[in-house]
C-alpha cells in the first residue's frame, strides 16, 4: 500500500505536533479535533511553528505553504475513514481509546491501520476492540514532536509484518529514528524515565535538597538538557501519573508507585506548563 493520507485523531500538542511532522514529510493530513475551537486552535499551533522554522531558515516560504495546503482540519471523526494510516492522539484512558478505536474500525477502509500514540498502554487492547488486530500497532512520537528524533513502533501480538513495515517506513520518511519495543507498559523510554522521574520527587520529599537543586544537578551534572521537575511540568503531571500507574500494575516496583506529591498535585489540578502551575509556576504569555 502506497501511504499518503495520514489521519490524526486529536489536536492537542501531540496531535497537532505529528501532523505538522507528516505534512513537511509531504503526507495529506487529515486532523481531527473535538470541537471547531480546538480545531482553530491547532492550526493556529502548526502555523506558528511552521513560521518559525521558516524564520531560522530550516524550511523555504513554499515548503511551509505546500504543507499547510496538505492539511485539513475537522471536527468530525469519519473524516479520517477514507485515510490508509489514521493515529490516534487522545487523553490516556484506555476505556476512551477503545471506544474509538471500535469506532474508526467501523469507519475506516478495509486496508487502513491505526494507530496509537499512546505512551504506556496496552496495544494489544486496543487492537482486540477492533476487527482488524493485524492491522493495529502504536506509533509513539515524544513531545515536542517536531524536534524529537525518536518514535518508538510497539507491534501488538496479532500485528501483521506488513503492518509493522508500514509504520516503520512512515517514521522514517517523516525523519524520525524508529525502534520497535515490545507491547509492555512503558515500552523503552518510559520504562527507564518515569522511575528516575518518580526518585526525584522522593528526594524532594524527603528533603534531601530543593526542586531548584535537583534540577540544577542533573543538567550539570548528568548533561541533562532539563532537571527531571521541569521535565515533569513539560510532560504534564497527570500524564506522568497514569504513567506511573501503568508501570506499576504491570511490574509492581517500588520505583514505579507514584510519590505521594505527584498525587496530590494533579488532584488539585497543578499539571504543568499546559496548566500555568506544576512543581513550578510559569507566566502564560511565556507558553
Known amino acids: 500500500m502506497q501511504l499518503e493520507h495520514v489521519g490524526i485523531v486529536g489536536s492537542g500538542i501531540m496531535g497537532s505536533g505529528v501532523a505538522e511532522v507528516a505534512l513537511l514529510a509531504g503526507f495529506q493530513v487529515t486532523l481531527r479535533s ?41 471536527t468530525d471523526v469519519d473524516a ?26 467501523e469507519v475506516c477502509a478495509h486496508e487502513t491501520v491505526l494507530a496509537t500514540n499512546t505512551s504506556t498502554l496496552p496495544i ?27 518514535v518508538e513502533v510497539i507491534p501488538a501480538l496479532t500485528t501483521s ?61 548528568c548533561g541533562y538538557p532539563m532537571g527531571p521537575f521541569q521535565l515533569l511540568d513539560l510532560i504534564g503531571l497527570d500524564t506522568s501519573l497514569a504513567i506511573l500507574e501503568a508501570l506499576h500494575r504491570e511490574f509492581g516496583t517500588q520505583s514505579s508507585l507514584p510519590a505521594p506529591t505527584l498525587k496530590r498535585l494533579v488532584a488539585s489540578g497543578r499539571l504543568g506548563r499546559k496548566t500555568g502551575h506544576g512543581f513550578y509556576s510559569y507566566d502564560a504569555s511565556a507558553l
Open 161 to 221: 509484518a506488513s503492518t509493522l513495515d508500514l509504520a516503520v517506513s512512515f517514521v522514517q520518511r517523516c525523519r524520525k529514528e524508529a525502534v520497535v519495543a515490545k507491547d509492555e507498559a512503558g515500552f523503552i523510554v518510559n520504562s527507564l524515565l518515569f522511575p528516575y522521574l518518580n526518585s526525584a520527587i522522593t528526594l524532594l520529599e524527603r528533603g534531601t535538597a530543593s526542586m531548584e537543586a535537583i534540577d540544577a544537578s542533573m543538567r550539570l551534572g
Open 80 to 105: 479520517v475513514s477514507e485515510c490508509q494510516l489514521v493515529i490516534e492522539s487522545i487523553s490516556e484512558d484506555l476505556k476512551s481509546k477503545k471506544s474509538l478505536f471500535s469506532h474508526l474500525d
Open 34 to 74: 473535538r470541537t471547531h475551537t480546538n480545531a482553530h486552535k491547532s492550526l493556529e499551533l502548526i502555523e506558528r511553528s511552521l513560521q518559525r522554522r521558516l524564520e531560522k531558515e530550516k524550511i523555504t516560504p513554499k515548503e511551509r505553504s505546500e504543507a499547510l495546503r496538505r492539511l485539513t482540519t475537522t
Open 124 to 150: 494489544i487492547e486496543l487492537a482486540a476492540a477492533t476487527n482488524r488486530a493485524d492491522r493495529v500497532c502504536g506509533i509513539h512520537f515524544f513531545n515536542p514532536a517536531p524536534l524529537m528524533g525518536l
